[in-house]
């Protein structure tokens, strides 16, 4: 069985969001979904499960997806909270009367799950230190609890440990990214039902990058080879995703960046491989 792709962005080219941006502006979603779909189908991967955008490019791919013999999963839009980070993917929503609306509106362009945005992002430009802080417990647990109680399952950016514990303390069913874990958040996950899908190689593919400082990002992968090998350890859910079409996560390719560098965390077993098997059909049943 083929590892599917967890987490990505058709949108997204894998070098340039700004060209990315353009592209969709000018007129060549068109173009640039069937270029990416055909990544995805030369890499043998026949389900992917993209992380959403404001262009409409997901909903697209998602039409033409089975001619590429791919089965496509999108929530539409992220969902994240004005004046915070999520833009470049989705929606904002300024109160909970808006957020419930925003998951509404998904819902009525059929979305297959809901996708929230309660974190900032890594700023590798620095010391990695997170860019934002992120939303209160408060909101984080009523955004997971509307859109379960409008009967569907909820995909989490979540950096930072306050972050995840609240989103695994209300359920959520995947954890994305999930950067600056403490031992807390291990047992959590591994206590919980939820999914927790890294997308390391947004961190792993940087190394040598000029881009950034050397010593950020191989310290920011160190880290999360030590995260992964505790959440593999502790019989955390797992599951692969790369990000794929965030700078340096190619499409197609990404999915195999990922697992090797999930090999290198916690050495190629059968074992090893059986486990994200079972990460990745409980996102298949949950999405």
Not at 255 to 266: G, K, L, R
């Amino acid at each position: 069985m083929q590892f599917h792709e967890n987490h990505m962005h058709i949108f997204m080219n894998g070098t340039d969001y700004r060209q990315a941006v353009d592209d969709m502006k000018n007129g060549r979603k068109e173009y640039v979904v069937r270029k990416n779909l055909d990544k995805y189908r030369l890499h043998g991967i026949t389900w992917v499960r993209d992380g959403g955008d404001h262009y409409g490019a997901s909903v697209y791919a998602r039409s033409i997806a089975p001619e590429y013999g791919i089965e496509y999963r999108t929530p539409i839009f992220s969902i994240h909270k004005k004046g915070h980070y999520g833009g470049i993917v989705g929606r904002a929503f300024s109160d909970m009367q808006e957020y419930r609306s925003l998951v509404k509106e998904a819902i009525s362009q059929k979305a297959d799950f809901i996708k929230i945005m309660i974190s900032g992002i890594m700023d590798f430009s620095g010391d990695g230190s997170l860019s934002e802080e992120s939303l209160t417990d408060e909101e984080i647990e009523e955004m997971i609890h509307i859109a379960h109680e409008e009967g569907k399952a909820v995909m989490a950016h979540a950096n930072g440990a306050r972050a995840i514990k609240a989103a695994v303390r209300a359920g959520v069913d995947s954890l994305e990214h999930g950067n600056f874990m403490d031992e807390e958040c291990v047992c959590m996950l591994a206590e919980s039902d939820t999914v927790y899908v890294p997308t390391v190689s947004t961190i792993r593919n940087l190394i040598g990058d000029a881009r950034f400082p050397e010593n950020t990002t191989r310290a920011l992968w160190e880290k999360q080879k030590d995260v992964l090998s505790r959440c593999y350890t502790q019989g955390v859910h797992l599951a692969l995703g790369s990000d794929a079409g965030a700078y340096r996560v190619p499409h197609g390719q990404g999915i195999v960046d990922e697992y090797t560098a999930f090999c290198e965390a916690i050495g190629e077993t059968a074992l090893l491989r059986a486990r994200l098997m079972e990460g990745q059909k409980k996102i298949c049943e949950k999405f």
